[in-house]
């Protein structure tokens, strides 16, 4: 199956709800430059009732790993708390305990220069 038909498969029940406003095939699909490695991106936009998180695992990793590094815990969080609704894989109760150790886990002191920083972005 191709691309175009993959997507179009994958689109077909979303054309249809009503929360739905808008679907735009994103980055190197958009613009032409995919090659054989490259993955398809797709922007759903929602009506303001509705919002909605999809990311792979490999990316809510990234997540964990990033926002920690920056002294925050927005993914884990998220993750943390959500209420696993199905799970065919076990990935959800895998990415909850991986997100369970990065919620326990303290922080790195900042040093002085990024609490100046801080100081300036707070007063700029």
């Known amino acids: 199956m191709n691309w175009q038909s993959a997507l179009n498969k ?7 709800k009503d ?9 190197s699909y958009a613009v032409g430059l ?3 490695y490259s993955d398809v991106d797709v922007y759903i936009v929602l009506s303001d009732k ?5 990311n792979p695992v490999k990316q809510i990793r990234h997540y964990f790993e990033k926002e920690f590094k920056q ?16 799970d065919k894989t076990g990935i959800a109760e895998e990415l909850k ?14 040093d002085e220069v990024w609490v100046e920083i801080a100081k300036y972005f707070l007063w700029d």
């Open 10 to 16: 994958f689109l077909k029940d979303w054309k249809d």
């Open 19 to 27: 929360f739905v406003e808008a679907v735009l095939l994103t980055r």
């Open 34 to 36: 995919q090659t054989k």
């Open 50 to 54: 509705v919002e909605y998180f999809a």
């Open 71 to 86: 002294n925050k815990r927005s993914t884990t969080r998220i993750i943390t708390i959500g209420k696993v609704l199905f």
């Open 97 to 110: 305990k991986e997100a369970l150790k990065y919620m326990k886990k303290p922080f790195e002191k900042p």
